[in-house]
C-alpha cells in the first residue's frame, strides 16, 4: 500500500468525522479508525489516500495523552504521510486540566523530530476565522469573537475565556507560539518571511486563516512546510480545506467527489449527550415533526441504576416497533446540564456517553435498524465504542451544514457493519438535522 496524502488524529470523534467529511468531498478516498486497526482491517483500504484515528482526547487530561497519544502518533507517523495533523474543535475550547492542545502540541513536536508546529485553526466554511491571532465564529447569523461567543464562553466543561490564542495555549504550554498574520501571507515575499519565523524555532507557528484568498495560501505554506521538516499540525478542519484548496488549484487532487442519493428511512434511532442550545432547537424541531423525544437522566446511568435504564430502553424500543423515530436525550440545552453534580465523580461524563452508546448498540441490534445519531462531541467519542465499529466511511456529506457527515460503518459484527451514522457535535447541524438524517434527500 502506498503512503497516504494525510494522516490524522481527531481529538473527538465529530472532529474526526468532520476531517473525513472535508477530504471524502473533495474527491480524497479517506477511512477513519476508531483504534489502530489490525491487519485485515487495514487491509480493506487499499486505495485510501487520507487515514484517520478517532481519539477522545479532548476530554482527557495530560496524563492520559502522555500515556496514550505517543503510540497513536507513532501508527499514524509509520504510515508515512507527508503530514500529519492533530485535529481539534474549531472553537480551540480546551484548558489546561482536560483537552490540552498545548500538552498534544509537545507530544507530536518531540516524535516528528522537534520542528516548529503550524497551527491552523480559521476554517471559513465552518464560519471560523482567525484575524492577527484571535478567533471569531459564527453563531445564528452574527460572528463573535470567541471569549464572547454566546455558547462557546459558556461551555460546561471548557469554556473560552480568551480569543488570542497565543495566550490561550501559554496556560497549557512552555512552547512558545510566532503568529504568521493574513497580512504577511499573500504579500509577494511571503516565504521569505516565513522562513525567517522558522529560523528563530518556535515551538508553534499561527498561520491566520480569513477568507479564501489566505485559506488557499495556508494549503501552499502547509506544504513547503512539511517539505522543509516541519510535518506533525495542530488545528481544526482548516488544515484540510487549506491544503485541499491549494491541491486543487495546483492538479494534485481532480474534480470533487458525487454521493448517490440518500433514500428516506422509516425510523431512526438519536441519542444525544448534547448541552447545547443548537441541539436543543434540534430535538423540538424533530419532536414536531413525527419523532418521540425520550428524556434520560444521566443520574441514573452514572449510579448504575439499572431499573430506569431498562425502563427508557423499552420507552423507546416499543415507540421504534411502532414504526417511530426517537431521540433519547440527556438534556435540552445548557440550562438542563447537571454536570456539577459529576464533578467530583471520576469518569461521570465518559459513563454517561458510553451508556448511551450501550442504549444505541441495543436498539440497532435488536430492531435492526439502518440509520442512527449521536449527537454530542465527548458523547459520540465513547458512545461509539460500544458499536463496535472498527472504521467510517462517509456515505453522504451535508453541504449546507459542514461538519456532520452522514457516515458509513465498517464492522466485524453483522449488525453494525453497513450501518449508516451521524456523529454530530453539539453545534453543527440547522434546525432540521435530525429530521434531514431521516428524511434523505
Known sequence: MTAPLLAFYGDDLT?????????????IETVLFTEVPTQAQRAKFPD???IGLAGTSRSETPAWMDENLPAAFAWLKSLGADLTHYKVCSTFDSSPAIGSIGRAAEIGRALFGDRPVPLVVGAPPLKRWTAFGHLFAGYRGETYRIDRHPVMSRHPVTPMREADLALHLAEQTTLSVALFDHLALTVPDADARLDAILATDPGLVLLDVLNTETQGAVGRQLERLAQAGCR???GSSGVEYALTAHWAKTGRIGAPAAFAPLPPAERISVVSGS???TTERQIRHAGENGFEPIAFDPRAI???DTAAVEAVEARAETALRAGRSVIVHTAMGPESDIGAEFAETEGARHAIGRGLGRLQA?????????????AGGDTSSHALRQLGIHALTTRLPLADTPGSPLALAHSDDPAFDGLEIALKGGQVGGDDYFSRIRDGR
Open 302 to 304: 452514572v449510579a448504575g
Open 15 to 27: 472532529g474526526s468525522t468532520d476531517v473525513m467529511e472535508s477530504l471524502a468531498s473533495s474527491g
Open 362 to 374: 441495543g436498539l440497532v441490534r435488536r430492531l435492526g435498524l439502518g440509520r442512527a445519531v449521536i
Open 48 to 50: 485510501a489516500r487520507a
Open 275 to 277: 448541552c447545547s442550545p
Open 232 to 234: 506533525f499540525a495542530v
